[in-house]
Nanobody, 116 residues
């Protein structure tokens, strides 16, 4: 059973940056597809960044060029670096992992609020 714990959320002004962390235990993230999802109030959950087991990354159009997903093998931690934040990035961000897609194991979520 993989456990994921997110941290790093908070309040930031538009144009600012945050780095979210997802610490994994019970399994190493490199054996899974991992990703970051977000859900804003009244909206569907959106997958914003994915890292495959092979290390390839992909992004939703809404965050492409601003967000970067990466992993630290030694720390068994996945990161989401978020730059040039916009108010519409406000959401609860979830780290997730799975064999084929990041949707089996979920963290508890961390709130990101971007003020205008």
């Amino acid at each position: 059973q993989v456990e994921l714990v997110e941290s790093g959320g908070g309040l930031v002004q538009a144009g600012g940056s945050l780095r979210l962390s997802c610490a994994a235990s019970g399994g190493h993230f490199s054996f899974y597809a991992v990703g970051w999802h977000r859900q804003a109030p009244g909206k569907q959950r959106e997958l914003v960044a994915t890292r495959t087991r092979g290390g390839s990354t992909s992004y939703a159009d809404s965050v492409k060029g601003r967000f970067t997903i990466s992993g630290d093998v030694a720390k068994n931690t996945v990161y989401l670096q978020m730059n040039s934040l916009k108010p519409e990035d406000t959401a609860v961000y979830y780290c997730a992992a799975g064999g084929a897609s990041p949707s089996v194991y979920w963290g508890q979520g961390t709130q990101v609020t971007v003020s205008s």
